[in-house]
């Protein structure tokens, strides 16, 4: 996964209150055993008709989203069920974060172990961003170092935990993380089993 300081992409806004998991990914998408063809699934039933069509007054459907990374929505986003299918899907269709103002727990510690960012803003600052992005197909800068979101002349600071921002930058989920440590993680067990060398005898006495 890439990381990134300095995001600046189109942004789409989804402005309603509590859009959950399975409205991001429906549950047809859940039957495969890995990850393939969520990006077709993201948002699908609002994304295209019944015959397959495309619907073109979705937001992530009008002219000039194709390059959409940046989701901004309305309150509890990401509630309902605990499917981490909807983050998968997320960062399949290039969706790299989400401003809102209160996300679901679990989708939260889903978008957390897998790289996908969230910037929880209060309700007159997320006001703000929205409409400076509301005519179409606006950009939006997100600085993970200076931690402000820009658009135009409007700039709002946010908060992040520190571990989430370095996670972002470094391009590192979860295991990644793990990872990381790996050379104190292998030192640590070298000294514990020297400590505790039964532990290698298959029958200790």
Known sequence: MAGFT??????ALLPGANIDTD??????FLKGIDRAGLARGLFHDLR???DGARRAGF?????????????????????????EHAVWGMLQYGIRAVIGTSFGAIFAD?????????????PDALANLMEAVAGGAAELTIDLE??????????VPFAIEKSQRRAIMLGLDRIGETL?????????????????????DDQPG
């Open 48 to 50: 295209f008709a019944a």
């Open 180 to 200: 990381m440590l790996f050379d104190r993680i292998r030192a640590f067990e070298a000294d514990y089993l020297a400590a505790a060398p039964w532990l290698l």
């Open 146 to 155: 200076s931690q402000q979101i820009v658009a135009d002349a409007l700039t």
């Open 110 to 122: 889903n978008a957390a172990n897998n790289g996908l960012l969230l910037i929880s803003l209060a």
């Open 6 to 11: 300095r995001l600046t992409a189109t942004a």
């Open 23 to 28: 409205v991001i990914m429906p549950k047809q």
């Open 59 to 83: 937001v992530l459907n009008r002219p000039g989203m194709a390059d959409c990374r940046i989701l901004l929505t309305g309150p509890n986003f990401g509630c309902g069920s605990s499917r």
